[in-house]
């Protein structure tokens, strides 16, 4: 369910995926870093160019950085924000999704200021040196699981797109359909070089821009509206304009994960570093960023709105799911997600890989470093444990909204704040920590705990 479908916050997130005493890069051709989902996703064209005075190619080069960060950030995260929303009304709602964007903003921009001040070049080594390097470990485990629960949501979207296709001939569609893409697709692209895949990245971007097209299109066209082409039921909302409901923290749970860029804030900080004066840098890194945020906020209140306009409270995780069968250019748009997933799964794939081999006991680690054979069994078994718990969540809305409030808690506000402490020179700034710090922790508890209650686990 995210980025592009999840499609991609995830891919990025395995830019800060080091571990301590080892890295996958070891056992594959390229190390994962390096073949990202946009292959130098966040680096800045040109170089240090700006610095040189010429207006046009520095406004280009913020452009393609804005450009970059989007692209990498948004996803198919966005099409749960609409289920998150019902019974609750327009106007909290986009109010809430604007609130929790500008303070991941802020967060953002706290990270890359950090990063500046210690040298880091990545949240591991940021936390490392400002915290201990002793807990440098839950930031490795938080990309880990992140990219493990990005996974599990690529699984359930697969389903979502190709089950009902193969329903038509096989009992079962939706599991059927994440077994064989499973087994046919993604284990033997998890082989490949990932250098090669990383070209494709423009397939998520584009697959984005089509489904918000979609969704923005029949919330107005009046297709899915009484009297329309492909009308069902009405778009009933208990929550009308003003109303406020528990299901709201489901929202703000979705939104943790929608979020979600600060992994590649130290790689954009230093991206834009070259050729620059320190003042000249952060003054680019603040722009970039308050303009990708301001165009996240925008597309993610656009297609949340929309999707809820057009079918109320029905809304499904999976908003794509609602659209009718008969709808071309809504099956036009799931088909695109799904070849989005199926070229993104690998590069997400070697994150969540370096970080599971990296726990290893010293014996197992080497087998997989020497034998090929070894790396395709193991592949195979973290492809199959991330398919079982695809098929045991009835939908992407539990991992989506559980890696949302928990991870995106710990990474969005608490790491932030844990890291900005450590130079607070006043108590306004200590208290403005500790209180970042507690907004987290709430928001995850009580995200986590309405996302469990939803699916009856809780």
Not at 105 to 130: H, K, Q, S
Request: glycine residues 12%.
């Amino acid at each position: 369910m995210l980025r592009a479908a999840i499609v991609l916050a995830a891919a990025l997130a395995a830019h800060g995926a080091s571990t301590p005493r080892r890295r996958l890069g070891a056992l594959r051709r390229r190390d994962a870093p390096s073949a990202r989902r946009a292959a130098a996703p966040l680096d800045v064209q040109g170089g240090g160019a700006a610095g040189g005075g010429d207006g046009v190619a520095a406004r280009a080069e913020l452009d393609g950085a804005v450009f970059n960060l989007v692209n990498n950030v948004a996803g198919c995260g966005f099409l749960t924000l609409s289920s998150g929303m019902a019974g609750s009304g327009f106007v909290p709602s986009v109010a809430v999704l604007a609130a929790l964007g500008a303070i991941s903003c802020f967060t953002f921009l706290a990270l890359g200021e950090e990063c500046a001040a210690y040298g880091a070049t990545d949240l591991r080594g940021l936390w490392a040196n400002a915290v201990s390097e002793d807990t440098a470990w839950l930031v490795d485990a938080s990309v880990g699981l992140f990219c493990g629960a990005a996974l599990v949501i690529y699984h359930g979207v697969v389903g979502d797109v190709f089950g009902p296709v193969v329903g038509r001939w096989v009992a079962g569609g939706h599991a059927t359909a994440i077994l064989a893409v499973a087994a046919g697709c993604l284990w033997p692209l998890c082989q490949l070089d990932l250098a090669a895949l990383a070209r494709f990245s423009l397939v998520g971007c584009a697959s984005v821009a089509a489904t918000a097209c979609v969704i923005l299109l029949r919330s107005v066209d009046g297709s899915y509206a009484p009297g329309g082409r492909y009308f069902d039921a009405p778009a009933t909302r208990a929550g009308g304009w003003l109303g406020l409901a528990p299901k709201m923290l489901v929202l703000s749970a979705n939104l943790g994960l929608a979020y979600i860029a600060h992994y590649n804030a130290p790689p954009l900080a230093g991206s834009l570093a070259p050729g620059r004066e320190p003042a000249e840098a952060a003054r680019d890194f603040s722009a970039v960023t308050v303009r990708s945020f301001a165009v996240l906020i925008a597309l993610y209140a656009a297609v949340m709105v929309a999707g809820a306009a057009t079918f109320g409270d029905a809304a499904a995780p999976n908003l794509m799911v609602n659209y009718a069968d008969a709808d071309a250019l809504a099956q036009m748009a799931k088909l695109a997600t799904g070849a989005s997933i199926i070229f993104g799964f690998p590069l997400v794939f070697s994150a969540f890989a370096n970080w599971a081999y990296s726990l290893a006991p010293a014996p197992v680690f080497a087998a997989l470093k020497s034998s090929k054979a070894a790396r395709l069994g193991a592949s195979g078994l973290l492809i199959l444990l991330t398919v079982v718990v695809a098929l045991n969540a009835s939908d992407i809305g539990l991992p989506a909204g559980l890696a949302g409030s928990l991870l995106g808690g710990f990474v969005v506000y608490v790491l932030p704040a844990a890291v900005k402490w450590q130079r607070a020179a006043t108590a306004a700034e200590m208290a403005g920590c500790a209180g970042l710090a507690g907004l987290g922790a709430v928001l995850a508890l009580l995200g986590a705990s309405q996302v469990l209650a939803q699916y009856g686990l809780l």
